[in-house]
Nanobody
Framework: QVQLVESGGGLVQSGGSLRLSCVAS????????MHWYRQAPGKERELAAS???????VYADSVKGRFTISRDNAKNTVYLQMNNLKPEDTAVYYC?????????????????WGQGTQVTVSS
């Protein structure tokens, strides 16, 4: 019952920058992990970046030094700052969040996905 809405994708030239945002809504208790995945045509979905509730970050080797993941807990939002973009970064980017939600008098774990946003990097 937690919904994620992504924004910020688009077309950019090689070497340019984009910032993706993903906002969660619903009866959220807390969000433990926030993640950005990406999937290029003909390839499997891969984890690009993750950030824990404590602020610990993990990046795929292919994006280290270029991408930065951050979160704003008060806004239930995760960001992905993408710098020095390359054509190989072209993909659909999906956000995922895992945590706990409330339903009536009960609390449940959740894992929700955004709809995906297209990032295209031209030469």
């Amino acid at each position: 019952q937690v919904q994620l809405v992504e924004s910020g994708g688009g077309l950019v030239q090689s070497g340019g920058s984009l910032r993706l945002s993903c906002v969660a809504s619903g009866t959220i208790r807390d969000i433990r992990g926030m993640h950005w995945y990406r999937q290029a045509p003909g390839k499997e979905r891969e984890l690009a970046a993750s950030i824990s509730s404590g602020g610990t970050t993990v990046y795929a080797d292919s994006v280290k030094g270029r991408f930065t993941i951050s979160r704003d807990n008060a806004k239930n939002t995760v960001y992905l700052q993408m710098n020095n973009l390359k054509p190989e970064d072209t993909a659909v980017y999906y956000c995922n969040m895992a945590g706990r939600r409330s339903s009536g008098s009960y609390v449940y774990n959740f894992s929700s996905w955004g709809q995906g946003t297209q990032v295209t990097v031209s030469s």
